[in-house]
Each structure stands twice: as structure tokens, then as C-alpha cells.
């Protein structure tokens, strides 16, 4: 264990198209391949004609060029696909050493998040087109049909220029065996459209977590999952289809100006929108925030509108309900006991900065240690300190030691599926199983240093019940000196309009379709006085 402090920023990016998301039908081009200039800044490409046609050319004849874009899709799939790579981290760099300019960039987004989040639907389909078994396939062909899958059924790219760029980019990246095949897949594929497709394959179905499970591109474990979380936060199953498709939608950049350090202006004049959920956060109109000083101070960050929430609940618990209201709060001692990457340590940093009060960060992972304090590095230096350690020992090394504790367990990251595109097929039923004695072990370790009368906030990016009201009610079941407090109230006391209806049971549950923010959620524990 060590502790320290440190410098930076960050920022974020986001990508769009799935079934049930970013549908569309492809239609005919004149002449050959388009070229990347001929792309509009979603990366859609332009003078998209209504009907669909093929060149005539036979595969060998046509382009043996990668497009570049799509190159750095299929990159990006096949590292997904061999070396278990996030999605998200490395995109980014595959864009810049390819030196996509924006459009492209934007269109390897749409294509490579695309694929990747609808590929369960996608390969359902390629298996009605595929004379043999996919997992005979090369993987890295199956990634090429994916890739012209998506094109094809959810991008407006003519049928031609899909079909053309998939098969030269496999004859240049995989060989030229396979673009026969390619070819042929895929011209089997544009028979129809996504619609007619998700009705061929929910034909004779009646089951509806199958149904659900293809038409949005779930796993039907997580569908399962899904609903059972919906009831077990009082919310109606009915909902599932909703929060599926919401979660194939691109997520909109929240940023946040740090209470008291940053500001909004230049983000405002530069197109952005005020956030309506929560005071000092806006919606990123798009493109390089690294434009933006206050982004590359650190002073105003990007952070999902549910994360300021819970971060700003965790700030606003009054401790001492009977004293007079306003009266001045006594220096207080905060800890984040799992701060990284750091973004609600940068947060709760500035509201300490703002109260008066000092903040532990602690994060057992070195290099996300060193994300913390540069998370932190636009707060006072005399208001936080790093420390890198398991979160388990805080509780026994420094009991009864912190006013409010922040605990945001690692979890299955079941409430940001929108955010990463893959994670829906790498999780399993297991890893809830597998957490569940950590996340256990941490919640204790908050609650033993917290101090009495003070409060720890339980939070997750996940609203399944194993996960959140299962851990918290073991652990309030086990302890006498514990109380739940009324977190929805708490959450619509901080947020703009008052009235979140994220409460039940006295825990609160945020959501992808009706708040437009990852799925956290939030347990306020106080420990009796
Ligand atoms: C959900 S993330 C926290 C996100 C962070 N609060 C933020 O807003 O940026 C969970 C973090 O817990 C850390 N972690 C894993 N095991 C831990 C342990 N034994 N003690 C403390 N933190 C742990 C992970 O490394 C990860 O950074």
C-alpha cells in the first residue's frame, strides 16, 4: 500500500448503430466504390440511392484496396475477438495510426461499435447463410461478414459499396481465397432487409427472451437478467424491450464541470446543451474535447450524468438531522475506497474542495492509481491524497475514520452495456457469482471505517439484484448498527428536477431508457450514532 498525488484529464468518445438502434436499408450506387470523401460527418455515406444493385465484376476483379475506415473496423473486431481488447480503448488508436480525419473516424465508430454490439443478431442471420457451421468458419472471416452484415442491414451504405469494400478489404487483409465466399454470404444476406430478417429468424418463436434476445442483440441470459432487475427495482417488465434498445443506442458525452473549479462556458458556446438532470453538467455537442481548455486543465471532465448523481448524493447525505439547518459542517474526512479510474474521486474531490472537507482516494491497481491523481490533479493538492491498496484492509487499518464513504464496487458493468459495445458477450452468469464475495468484503470494509453517525454510499454500474439489493440487505441483515437511508430522496434532492422516481425500498435504481443514463445504482447505509 502507498499513498500520493498527481496531474491530467480525460475524455470519451461514443459510437452508434445496432438492431433494434441505427436501422437502415441500403440501396443501389452509381458506379464503383465510393471513396471516404463521400461521407457526411455521422459517417453515413451520401447520395445514398433507393434501390439496391451489385457490379457486375467478378470478386477478383473488384477492389483489393482496404478502405481505411473499414480496416480499422475489422482491427478493431479482430482484436476484440484474439485478444479479448476493449472496444473502446482501441479504437482511438487504431484511428490515429491510420490517420483517420473525422468522417472517417466517425463511420470506423458506427461500423466497429455496430457490429460488435448487434453480433448475436448478426450471426444468427450468418448462419442462415453459411453452408456450414460459424464456428467453422476463420474467425477472422466471420469479423469481415460482420462487419459487411452491419453495413448492409443498419448503415446507409450503398448495397454495392458494402459488398465491394468487404471483399477487397478481405483480399487484402485475409487473402484472396476467401472473397469468394464473402461475396456470396453476403449477396445472400442483402435478400433482405434487418426488419424481414428479425422476422425470419423469430418465426415459429414463442418464446419471448428468445424473441427479445435477437431482435436487440442481448444474450438471453442478460435478457433474463435485465427484467429481473426491472422488478426487482419496482420497475414493470415490460419495460425490457426499452432498456434493450436503449442500450444500442450511442450514448450522448455528458460533461461535468467540477463544482467551484470548472466551467461550461466554452463547451456551451462551442454547441453543447445544459444537462437537465443535474446542475453543472452539459451534453457534448460532439467532436475533439480536447479543444476545450477547461477538458485539457482537468477542471471540466466527461462523466456519465448517473455518476455525478450518485457522487453528488453521496456529498449532500445531512449527517446531522437535527442540528439547525445551514449550520456550518464540521471539517469532514471522505474515502472513495475503489477510485479508479477516477472519475467520481475528481468530483467528490471538488465538492470536499467546495465543503471544506479532505478526501482518501484508494485504488489497489497501480496504473489506475496514477489515473486517480491525475483525475484529481485540478483540485487543490491539500484536499486529497492517492492510496494504493486493497480496499478490504481500510476498514480494519483505519476503523471509524471517514465521515462519507463512497464504495463503488467493481461489478459486471451490466448498467453501461451501451457504453461497451462487446462486454455483452464476453460477461457471463458467473462473474455476478464471482463478485459477489468482493463486492460483500468491500461494502464491510466501508462500513467499519465509516464513523458512527456518518454514511456510506453503496453504488454500482449494474442494477441486477446479486449485485445490489442482495449485497446490501446481507449486509444490513448481519449488522443492528445500520440503517437504510431514503436514497431516491436523496438523488432528487441533487438533481434538477426534484423528481427522478428512481426511489424503491429505500434504494435507488437509474436507467438507460428512462433517464438517459447508465443503469447505477445507489444504497445510502448509515451506521448509527
Ligand atoms: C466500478 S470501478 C470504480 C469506478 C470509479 N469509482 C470511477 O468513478 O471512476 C471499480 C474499481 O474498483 C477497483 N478494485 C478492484 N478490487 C478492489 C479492491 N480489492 N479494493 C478496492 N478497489 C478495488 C478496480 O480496480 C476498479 O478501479
Known sequence: MSESGGNAGGTGGSGSGAPGGGRGNSGRGKGGPRDSSQRNAQGRERNRPSQRSFTENAPAQRTRRADPARLVAFEVLRAVAAEDAYANLVLPSRIRHHGLDKRDAGFATE????????????????????????????????????????????????????????????????????SALINAVLRKVTAHTLEEWLEILVAGESDETTIASLRYAHPEWIVRAMRQSLVAHGRSAAEINDLLEADNAAPVVNLVALPGLGSLDEALEGGATPGELVEGSALSSGGDLGRLASVREGSTRVQDVGSQLVARAMAAVDLDPTGSPGAERPHETWLDLCAGPGGKAALLGALANAQGATLLANEPAPHRAKLVSQALS????????????????????????????????????????????????????????????????????????????????????????????????????????????????????????????????????????????????????????
Open 111 to 178: 461500423l466497429s461499435y455496430g457490429a460488435l454490439r448487434g453480433q448475436g443478431t448478426y450471426d444468427a442471420i450468418l448462419a442462415r447463410c453459411v453452408d456450414r457451421p460459424l464456428d467453422q468458419l476463420d474467425p477472422a472471416i466471420l469479423d469481415a461478414l460482420r462487419i459487411g452484415t452491419h453495413q448492409l442491414l443498419a448503415m446507409r451504405v450503398p448495397a454495392h459499396a458494402a459488398l465491394d469494400q468487404t471483399v477487397g478489404l478481405a483480399r487484402a487483409v485475409i487473402g484472396a481465397g476467401p
Open 378 to 529: 485540478a483540485v487543490p493538492r491539500d484536499v486529497w491524497r492517492v492510496r494504493t491498496g486493497d480496499g478490504r484492509d481500510v476498514g480494519t487499518e483505519q476503523p471509524e475514520s471517514f465521515d462519507r464513504v463512497l464504495v463503488d464496487v467493481p461489478c459486471s458493468g451490466l448498467g453501461a452495456l451501451r457504453r461497451r459495445p462487446e462486454s455483452r458477450w464476453r460477461r457471463t452468469p458467473k462473474d455476478l457469482a464471482d463478485l459477489g464475495p468482493l463486492q460483500r468484503a468491500l461494502l464491510k470494509s466501508a462500513l467499519d471505517a465509516v464513523r458512527p453517525g456518518g454514511v456510506v454510499a453503496y453504488v454500482t454500474c449494474s442494477p441486477h439484484p446479486a449485485e445490489t439489493t442482495a449485497v446490501v440487505s446481507d449486509a444490513l441483515r448481519k449488522r443492528d448498527d445500520l440503517e437504510l437511508l431514503d436514497a431516491g430522496a436523496v438523488l432528487d434532492s441533487v438533481s434538477l428536477t426534484g423528481n427522478l422516481g428512481a426511489g424503491h425500498d429505500s434504494t435507488a435504481q437509474l436507467w438507460p431508457h428512462i433517464h438517459s443514463t447508465d443503469a447505477m445504482f445507489l444504497a445510502l447505509i448509515r451506521k448509527k450514532a
